[in-house]
């Protein structure tokens, strides 16, 4: 039996053309905008194309004129490969932009794989993220007549390897400073309210992470002045989780801070525009003397362990 890995992701633009695909995929995926009418949420994924791809180009332009996830994404395949060794093939799809699940199922399929294990690469199980990339792939899988085995994983928030590679970023950034000087924010993509409530783990999975790296952290004599949870990226008028990053940016008596972007294994927009630029901005108004924000695990290599890890628990 022939076998691959495939690593699911969002995507991200490539260039600034693709910026108006990406935000038209993503608005129009039924996951994330939950009417019962596909013609009504194409309608709304055309409105808020139209109004926000100028906004969103700027943003791009201002990291390089691309999101970095598809190349980083590229750079863990090939890590992952060399770990794997020889026999078997490594591979990803993205969500909302190119490599997406059409043309790799066709060329997996082409080279005759018979069995896939699909590691989404999101820490925290959410419907919006985790289970719109599976569903993606298997539903392309079958529409293209592909009899492929599949086997997945849900989430690895608490997988201890990938939390040491958390840890080491969080040293990383701190440096030879003093941890007790720092108060340390966890910082997690959003969720409407209404989604949690109609039963996605995804708050709870993060709230049970970040207890876990704040075991983690002080086994490791990383004492931080106080921890906090916030959330980011919030879209639309509906209510979101809170609290806000911003609103906790406001709230802080200790002017240094180290933010960590806990729900993100890859760079993108979120953390190199964001967190890196937009927030930075709103901290160095609020009088912040210290702001740093940690990488994303990208191809670190206990992160590329993880993923191993999580592949020989599968098999």
């Given at each position: 039996?022939?076998?691959?890995?495939?690593?699911?992701?969002?995507?991200?633009?490539?260039?600034?053309?693709?910026?108006?695909?990406?935000?038209?995929?993503?608005?129009?995926?039924?996951?994330?905008?939950?009417?019962?009418?596909?013609?009504?949420?194409?309608?709304?994924?055309?409105?808020?194309?139209?109004?926000?791809?100028?906004?969103?180009?700027?943003?791009?332009?201002?990291?390089?004129?691309?999101?970095?996830?598809?190349?980083?994404?590229?750079?863990?395949?090939?890590?992952?490969?060399?770990?794997?060794?020889?026999?078997?093939?490594?591979?990803?799809?993205?969500?909302?932009?190119?490599?997406?699940?059409?043309?790799?199922?066709?060329?997996?399929?082409?080279?005759?794989?018979?069995?896939?294990?699909?590691?989404?690469?999101?820490?925290?199980?959410?419907?919006?993220?985790?289970?719109?990339?599976?569903?993606?792939?298997?539903?392309?899988?079958?529409?293209?007549?592909?009899d492929v085995i599949t086997v997945e994983i849900k989430h690895f928030f608490m997988n201890e390897t990938y939390n040491r590679c958390l840890v080491e970023r969080i040293k990383e950034t701190l440096g030879t400073d003093n941890a007790g000087t720092f108060d340390i924010v966890f910082s997690a993509h959003g969720l409407p309210q209404k989604i949690v409530d109609q039963g996605d783990p995804y708050q709870r999975h993060v709230i049970a992470h970040v207890l876990l790296i704040e075991e983690l952290m002080k086994k490791?004599?990383?004492?931080?002045?106080?921890?906090?949870?916030?959330?980011?990226?919030?879209?639309?008028?509906?209510?979101?989780?809170?609290?806000?990053?911003?609103?906790?940016?406001?709230?802080?008596?200790?002017?240094?801070?180290?933010?960590?972007?806990?729900?993100?294994?890859?760079?993108?927009?979120?953390?190199?525009?964001?967190?890196?630029?937009?927030?930075?901005?709103?901290?160095?108004?609020?009088?912040?003397?210290?702001?740093?924000?940690?990488?994303?695990?990208?191809?670190?290599?206990?992160?590329?362990?993880?993923?191993?890890?999580?592949?020989?628990?599968?098999?």
């Amino acid at each position: 039996m022939k076998e691959a890995i495939v690593l699911l992701n969002m995507g991200g633009p490539n260039n600034l053309n693709e910026v108006e695909m990406f935000l038209h995929n993503m608005f129009n995926d039924p996951y994330i905008i939950r009417t019962k009418s596909t013609l009504l949420r194409k309608f709304i994924a055309g409105m808020i194309t139209l109004l926000r791809v100028e906004k969103s180009q700027d943003i791009y332009r201002q990291i390089g004129g691309k999101s970095p996830i598809v190349e980083l994404t590229r750079r863990v395949v090939e890590r992952l490969k060399e770990t794997v060794g020889d026999g078997i093939v490594v591979d990803f799809v993205m969500r909302y932009t190119p490599p997406m699940a059409d043309e790799v199922c066709q060329r997996l399929k082409d080279q005759g794989i018979d069995k896939v294990y699909l590691l989404p690469l999101y820490p925290q199980y959410s419907s919006t993220t985790s289970q719109s990339s599976l569903d993606d792939f298997e539903q392309t899988a079958q529409r293209i007549g592909w009899d492929v085995i599949t086997v997945e994983i849900k989430h690895f928030f608490m997988n201890e390897t990938y939390n040491r590679c958390l840890v080491e970023r969080i040293k990383e950034t701190l440096g030879t400073d003093n941890a007790g000087t720092f108060d340390i924010v966890f910082s997690a993509h959003g969720l409407p309210q209404k989604i949690v409530d109609q039963g996605d783990p995804y708050q709870r999975h993060v709230i049970a992470h970040v207890l876990l790296i704040e075991e983690l952290m002080k086994k490791s004599w990383l004492d931080f002045n106080a921890v906090h949870l916030a959330y980011q990226s919030k879209v639309g008028p509906m209510k979101w989780l809170e609290p806000s990053l911003e609103t906790t940016l406001r709230t802080l008596s200790n002017k240094r801070v180290i933010i960590v972007p806990i729900a993100f294994t890859i760079d993108n927009s979120e953390t190199d525009f964001e967190l890196s630029i937009e927030y930075a901005e709103v901290a160095h108004e609020l009088g912040y003397q210290e702001y740093r924000v940690c990488r994303c695990p990208n191809d670190h290599p206990l992160f590329v362990q993880t993923l191993k890890e999580l592949y020989e628990k599968m098999k």
